[in-house]
C-alpha cells in the first residue's frame, strides 16, 4: 500500500442531478464525511446542479474552468466528485484540473481497503478495484501514474496498475476462485451451525448505525468501534444466549451506503451471502440522523436488490439516547413494531432480545412427520438437523414433532415422507 505521511486536501464537488431526491446539502454533509473517512482533509465543496451530464467532462466546461481556478486557489491535492465517472471524464477533467481527479466508487474503494484486514476482505477489495480500473487501462493519464501515492492508490498497488488487461483480467479470475473457495468454508461452518441447530441473526444497517457497539453489546465481543465510516467490512460471527437458553450465532457486516456502487456488491458476495443463511435480520438505524428515512429506504432497497425483503426483519432504532423524549414519542408512532435501543447504554436490549427469540421462531417451522417403520434411516437425520418437541409410535409407524427450518422441511419433503405444517397461535 501506498500513504502519504501529509494529509492530502480536496475540492470536493458535489453533482446533484435533476432525478436526485436528497436535498444538496444532505448530499454534501454525507459525501465530507465519506472523505474524511478516507483521511482526506476537505477544503471546499462545490454543489454542481446538473440539467444534462456531459459526456466529455460530465459538468459543464464553464463549470469545469471554475472548478480550475479554485483548486488553484486553495492549493487542493485532489479533486473528488461524489459521481461515478466514465474513464473518458476522468481523464479529460484531470487535464483541465492539472490535478488527481477521483470519482466516488474509486474514493469508496480506498475507504475499503484501508478496513480490509482478513484474507476474505483483502480480496474482496481488490477484486472491486480491478474490476474498476480494467476499463480504464486503455490509457495512462494521471490516473494510472501515481507513484506519489495518496488517495486512490490503496490495494493493488502501482505494479497492478501498470499491467496488461490480460494479466489484469486473470487476477480477476484467481481472486474468484478463490473467494469461490473461501465460500466452500463458510459452507462447512453452516451445516456445522445446523447440526448443532443453532439460530443465525445478522446486522445489517446504514455505515454508522452503531452495528459494532452493538455486536459487542449482545455478544460481550470486543470489536473496534469507530465513528468512521465502513470500519466493519469483514465479517464477525460471534454466540449469544437469549434469557430461554437459546444459543444464537451474531454476525456483523459491512455497512450499506446510498448509491453504493454495484460492482462493489457484486465483489462483496461472498460476503453478503452469509445474510441469505440467516434467521432474523436486525435492521439497525440511527434514530439521531437528520436522514434516518433516507437511509432506511437505501438499507430496504439493497436488502430487496439480495432478495432479502422477505426474511423476518426486525427494525431497531438505535442511539434512541441522543434524541429528546418528544422526537422518540414521534418515531414510536411512526413505527408501532421498531424496537428503540442505546447499544451504547444498554437502554431497550432486553425488549430486543425478546424480539430475537420471537424472530427466530417466525422464521422457524413446525410440522408433524409420519416416519413408517421400513424407512428408518431418516430418523438419525432427524434428530441431528431438527429440533424433536415429541416423538410418538404405533403399531405402522413413529410420528415426529419438529421445529425445523425450511431447507430442512424441503429435504424431508423430497425424501417422500407424509408432512403436515402446523399453524403457529
Known sequence: MYETTQKETALLVVVKEPKEHWLSEDLALEFEALVLSSGIQPARTIIVKLVQPNPALYIGKGKVEELRLIREELKADVVIFNANLKFTQQRNLE??????????????????????????????????????????????????????????????????????????????????????????????????????????????????????????????????????????????????????????????????????????????????????????????????SKNLLQHKKAVDHILADLKLDSKPILTVFNKIDLIAPAEAEFLRKDYPQGIFISAKQGIGLLELKQAIASGVEKGALEVVVKVPFNRMEIISYLHKSCEVLKNTCDQKESVYWLRLKQDKLDYIKKQGFIVKELKKH
Open 95 to 288: 487535464e483541465i484540473l492539472t490535478v488527481k481527479t477521483i470519482d466516488r466508487t474509486q474514493l469508496i474503494l480506498d475507504i475499503f481497503a484501508k478496513h480490509a484486514h482478513s484474507q476474505e476482505g483483502i480480496l474482496q477489495v481488490e477484486l472491486a478495484q480491478l474490476q474498476y480500473l480494467l476499463p480504464r487501462l486503455r490509457g495512462k493519464g494521471i490516473a494510472l501514474s501515481r507513484l506519489g501515492g495518496g488517495i486512490g492508490t490503496r490495494g493493488p498497488g502501482e505494479k497492478k496498475l501498470e499491467v496488461d488487461q490480460r494479466k489484469i483480467s486473470d487476477r480477476i479470475t484467481r481472486i474468484k476462485e478463490e473467494l469461490k473457495g473461501l465460500g466452500q468454508h463458510h459452507d462447512v461452518m453452516r451445516k456445522k451451525r445446523d447440526k448443532a441447530k443453532e439460530y443465525m441473526c445478522s446486522l445489517v444497517g446504514y455505515t454508522n448505525a452503531g452495528k459494532t457497539t452493538l455486536f459487542n453489546s449482545l455478544a460481550q465481543a470486543d470489536q473496534i468501534e469507530s465513528s468512521s465510516l465502513f470500519t466493519t467490512l469483514d465479517t464477525v460471527a460471534r454466540k449469544f444466549l437469549l434469557d430461554s437458553g437459546q444459543q444464537i450465532v451474531l454476525s456483523d457486516t459491512v455497512g450499506f451506503i446510498y448509491n453504493l456502487p454495484p460492482n462493489l456488491i457484486e465483489a462483496f458476495k461472498t460476503t453478503l451471502d452469509e445474510l441469505q443463511y440467516a434467521d432474523v435480520l436486525l435492521h439497525l438505524i440511527d434514530s439521531s
